[in-house]
């Protein structure tokens, strides 16, 4: 190894580890640089420590622990505050600093088990965790190093430097990052599902952006070919086909590595089957980090975690199921509906087939593994997928590759190690399992937020006022967190804020909690980059505020969970269950002010008045409030004339719900301490109530290029996956009616022909609604795992008795239920073997326990019930005998008059909707 002169080097920071040499541990910061080149930077000198708090004499138990563990390198008495609860001083502890970071975890169970020993803090923290929350380094953000430049084997990167300076800058630009994704097709032994023991890897196909030597695909064969595109390399067999493939994942260098489902089979295949033939005498050489370490992975659970030091793993699986609400979640179907691109198709039936052709077949197979590749590509970067993950680790501080494969609880951790750690504050360690089950039945007496009873109907003219980040807010405004609670003792009542579940807490004249200061810069950052994002003038750069814009959202609106999580390191049921009783308290006296103390707004030239305001002359138009609904954050108020009906769309414009809208949100606002605060979000010219945490609304927001319209629904079926696609766009188009229209008939009639449909579906000829009849459901582990029989189950055992293989554990299942006797999970069926063999359908099932259901949740609060929606053309029923649009109306009206009565009077002065 030899040095150079001094370098000053910038790098966007995507990795960072560390490993041992002779002198102690050396911190390895991986990036890429302005110019575009990879670097490994070194920072040595960095010791791992954690804190110990005894009751013994300091100086005597030092020595104690340097005599009696050779771990320990040296120890120093420090001052820190105690994790949780308002402190007025410091106490004494010990700082014990070891000579590795393995050290820490060799020790600390020990000595926490030492008389005296009242607690061992901050010693489960990673040592690369720790070195960048000690200097409030951030992943994905520009750090600027200046050292000797090194010339060491064993590394995949264009430069390494050994630095001896290294600080954060403020760049925003985001480095040329090297995107690389692959797929393999493996050849399953007569039509079996393959496995790495003995099916092997035939094809690799690899996509590039930016391209690798004017290449955008390459496309490995383990076998030779003639007549292939440019891109395709046919090797010998398949130890040269895999050798070949870590050849070029190492020179073309990527820092993010992506495939569909390549944590959950691609990478486990391929490093199962590299130890195969590498026991078998081949010399695949399967370092991929760019430290050169070898490609792995590790089960966690369900879960597969794949780590490549200096790069980032990226499954787009898992991402795109958290991100969209897909019924299938195969590449195919993801790519049709996400991208409008086709996936080419060859089943694993057809693959030995295909590989042992040397003509036409084979082509079409190769182009089929190559698309599979391009897609996986395509969805990361034409979806942004990554966006949001970079974001949140510039925000929190987190390695992007822990961002990407962990939860919220790490960003927030780290959060609030780099404050607690400013404060002179120490963290505590994470609970065991006991712990955590007892804060979990803890946990059950914690009560969430506010739900008011929703008065059931269609209402016009509804305005939709939220509250702006309501449990951040909440925090900031009282105060709440672990280093405010008060324990058991006296304290002048001027210093304390009383939740009302009877939790103490110090004002923030006296201390201000580290929790509310983290949010309140966090909403800072956010409420500056919105700020940003209307200046924007470039798209890209707009698209980068507006994922970081999120990413501060995602983080404030954490906090709250966290306090209540079982296993976070913080936790406080204090705090947890102050927040929600302040929401609830809220949401109730917003309610009182909405309908006692305003009740009426009052319309005049331009502007809104109260009726302690002004007078009221006979120009003036007068605004009737009510709350016909509320939820933990929103109110809904409800605007109606003075005579009690509903506005025209004449006499309530869009710009008037505003002005009404911000002068209801400034008054309570004005009750609320700061920085809590009501905002006017939009108009609902329609909303239909169902039930609590059940409805629909036809919202318009303002924007600065007016206003824009959206349907919007919560509780409703329109969206979950165990309903088949038929009843989803059934429920869409009914809401259209409903809200855009407000015609219940025109509902009614859409659902009843809808309902024909089915009643009448030809298998075979009607290949629309046939596909929209599918439901799926998640294979989500072995079949003798299920307690119970499930419907997909059956399909699998089936498709595994036909041919040979069974689908993956992850995998959607397709099935519809046949018409036959038994069970219906025994009349589950492949929809494609449906058609193919002409199989009715069981029409009843879908009509009865699919379609009529969630309807009649939207239109049974008109009165209409499920006798009314059943309809068949071919078959006379009693309905259908006085089957006219008037008679229809009658039904209709007098069901609705029916149920009206048992109505109050304030539900019952609806609008003329309801007269038909």
Request: proline letters at 4%.
């Amino acid at each position: 190894m030899s040095r150079t002169s001094i370098e000053d080097r910038r790098f966007q920071l995507i990795d960072a580890d560390y490993f041992r040499q002779d002198s102690g541990p050396v911190i390895r910061l991986f990036g890429r640089t302005e110019e575009g080149k990879s670097i490994c930077c070194h920072v040595p000198g960095i010791e791992p420590y954690f804190y110990v708090n005894t009751e013994n004499d300091l100086e005597l138990f030092s020595h104690e622990l340097q005599d009696s563990f050779s771990q320990v390198k040296r120890v120093e008495v420090v001052q820190r505050f105690e994790p949780v609860g308002y402190q007025k001083t410091m106490k004494p502890m010990l700082k014990v600093f070891t000579h590795e970071p393995g050290n820490v975890p060799e020790i600390r169970d020990d000595i926490a088990n030492m008389n005296g020993v009242k607690a061992v803090y901050e010693a489960d923290i990673l040592f690369r965790t720790r070195y960048l929350i000690d200097n409030d380094f951030h992943g994905m953000r520009w750090l600027q190093g200046k050292g000797k430049k090194i010339n060491l084997s064993g590394y995949a990167c264009d430069e390494i430097l050994e630095l001896s300076e290294v600080e954060e800058t403020d760049r925003k630009a985001p480095s040329d990052l090297r995107y690389f994704a692959f797929d393999i097709e493996c050849l399953p032994e007569d039509g079996n599902m393959p496995t790495p023991d003995r099916s092997p890897v035939i094809m690799v196909s690899m996509s590039f952006n930016p391209v690798f030597k004017g290449k955008e695909t390459i496309v490995l064969m383990a076998k030779p070919a003639d007549g292939m595109d440019d891109d395709v390399e046919a090797c010998a067999d398949e130890p040269t086909l895999l050798k070949r493939f870590f050849e070029i994942l190492r020179e073309y260098d990527p820092d993010i590595v992506t495939g569909y489902n390549c944590n959950g089979f691609d990478v486990p295949y391929i490093v199962d089957r590299v130890k195969v033939l590498n026991n078998s005498g081949h010399n695949i050489d399967s370092a991929v980090g760019r430290d050169r370490r070898y490609l792995s992975y590790r089960k966690i659970g369900t879960q597969t975690m794949v780590s490549i030091p200096g790069r980032v793993v990226v499954d787009a699986l898992p991402i795109i199921r958290q991100q969209f609400s897909l019924k299938r979640y195969t590449l195919r179907n993801v790519s049709q509906e996400l991208l409008g691109r086709e996936k080419l198709d060859v089943s694993a039936g057809e693959m030995e087939e295909h590989w042992n052709d040397d003509g036409e077949k084979l082509r079409k197979f190769v182009d089929y593994a190559r698309r599979d590749s391009e897609l996986a590509l395509e969805l990361v970067l034409e979806l942004k997928l990554l966006d949001k993950y970079i974001a949140l680790s510039q925000v929190s501080g987190t390695i992007i590759q822990d961002v990407v494969s962990g939860g919220q609880t790490n960003m927030v951790e780290q959060l609030l190690l780099t404050e607690f750690g400013k404060q002179g504050r120490v963290m505590s360690s994470k609970p065991d399992d006991r712990t955590s089950a007892d804060r979990r039945r803890l946990n059950e007496n914690l009560k969430g937020g506010a739900v008011l009873e929703p008065k059931k109907g269609l209402h016009e003219n509804v305005l939709v006022l939220d509250y702006k980040s309501l449990y951040p807010t909440i925090i900031m405004a009282h105060n709440l967190c672990y280093t405010t609670v008060l324990e058991d003792g006296e304290y002048n009542d001027g210093d304390v804020i009383s939740s009302p579940t009877g939790a103490r807490f110090v004002k923030p004249n006296i201390y201000k909690g580290i929790v509310p200061a983290v949010l309140e810069n966090l909403l800072d950052q956010r409420s500056e980059t919105k700020r940003q994002m209307k200046k924007a003038t470039d798209d890209n750069e707009y698209r980068v505020l507006d994922a970081t814009q999120l990413a501060l959202k995602i983080l404030l609106n954490s906090f709250y969970g966290y306090s209540g999580y079982a296993r976070a390191r913080l936790y406080s049921l204090e705090m947890a269950g102050s927040v929600t009783a302040i929401g609830r308290e809220n949401i109730s006296r917003t309610e009182k002010i909405v309908c006692d103390k305003i009740g009426t707004v009052i319309l005049r030239d331009g502007q809104a008045f109260l009726k302690d305001e002004v007078s009221i002359t006979p120009t003036d138009r007068l605004v009737d409030l009510s709350v016909v609904y509320g939820d933990t954050d929103s109110v809904f108020v409800h605007c109606m004339s003075s005579e009690g009906r509903e506005f025209t769309e004449e006499e309530f414009s869009r710009e008037d719900s505003e002005l009404v809208g911000k002068k209801v949100a400034a008054i309570v606002t004005d009750s609320l301490p700061d920085p809590m605060e009501l905002e006017f979000e939009a108009l609902a010219r329609r909303v239909l109530l169902v039930a609590k945490k059940r409805y629909a609304q036809w919202l318009f927001e303002p924007a600065p290029q007016g206003w824009k319209d959206k349907i919007k629904v919560k509780g409703l079926e329109t969206v979950r996956r165990d309903w088949c696609e038929l009843t989803s766009h059934m429920l869409n188009q009914v809401l259209e009616y409903v809200l855009k229209e407000g015609d219940i008939q025109k509902a009614v009639e859409h659902v009843r022909k809808t309902v024909d449909r089915v009643r009448n579906v030809d298998v075979q000829h009607d290949a629309e609604i046939m596909d929209e009849l599918v439901l799926t459901k998640t294979f989500s582990k072995s079949p003798s795992s299920y307690k119970n029989r499930q419907p997909h189950l059956t399909v699998v055992e089936k498709l595994e008795r036909r041919t040979g293989i069974r689908p993956t554990i992850g995998e959607r299942i397709p099935f519809v239920i046949i018409a036959g006797k038994g069970l219906f999970v025994e009349r589950a069926e492949d929809p494609e073997y449906v058609k193919e063999n002409n199989i009715p359908l069981d029409v009843d099932y879908y009509i009865q326990k699919q379609m009529l259901p969630p309807v009649e949740r939207i239109l049974g609060v008109f009165g209409v019930d499920i006798a009314t929606l059943d309809h068949d053309s071919k078959q006379k029923g009693l309905f259908d005998f006085t089957n006219t649009p008037e008679a229809s109306d009658n039904f209709i009206t007098k069901n609705h008059e029916r149920e009206d009565k048992s109505q109050p009077d304030a539900s019952r002065n609806q609008s003329s909707l309801f007269d038909f």
